[in-house]
């Protein structure tokens, strides 16, 4: 990530903060920066032991409240699954994920035949659709071994 676009990157954040009255304090900047950077979608936990050597004040609630405030603004999107740990997500388009049944982790799937697989399915009468997911579920790499 070379520094322009960090420096973009940070002036969209803090607009969208904005209009939730929200400021964009290092803190927020800094859990946004990790999220930006990290290829799976991690936990607040996760999060937390990353930014803490860099914010040695920081608290996990501190980390959680930061990621509800991005998640409130529209910067970031959380994903749930039942009783496990939420998971953040930096991007905020219709995609679709992977998940690992063994670790929990999830990442991006990039497929485009996504929208054309629903125009197979035909769900029961007078039922309305609004949205779909498509998740893979699976093992990775480091749980097959
Ligand atoms: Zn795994
Ligand atoms: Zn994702």
Not at 60 to 76: R, W
Not at 89 to 101: G, K, P
Request: proline share 3%.
């Amino acid at each position: 990530m070379n520094a322009k676009n960090q420096i973009q990157r940070q002036e969209t954040l803090r607009q969208k903060l904005h209009t939730r009255g929200s400021q964009l304090t290092s803190q927020r900047a800094a859990v946004y920066d990790y999220l930006s950077g990290v290829k799976h979608h991690p936990t607040a936990e996760e999060v937390f032991l990353a930014v803490k050597p860099k914010l040695p004040r920081i608290s996990l609630a501190t980390v959680y409240k930061n990621l509800e405030t991005l998640v409130k603004c529209g910067a970031v999107s959380k994903l749930a699954y039942g009783d496990a740990s939420a998971r953040y997500d930096i991007r905020t388009d219709h995609h679709y994920h992977t998940r690992c049944l063994g670790c929990g982790k999830i990442w991006d799937l990039d497929v485009q035949e996504g929208s054309e697989l629903l125009s197979h399915i035909r769900p029961q009468a007078g039922f309305e659709v609004k949205d779909y997911r498509l998740e893979l579920l699976g093992y990775c790499r480091e749980c097959r071994r």
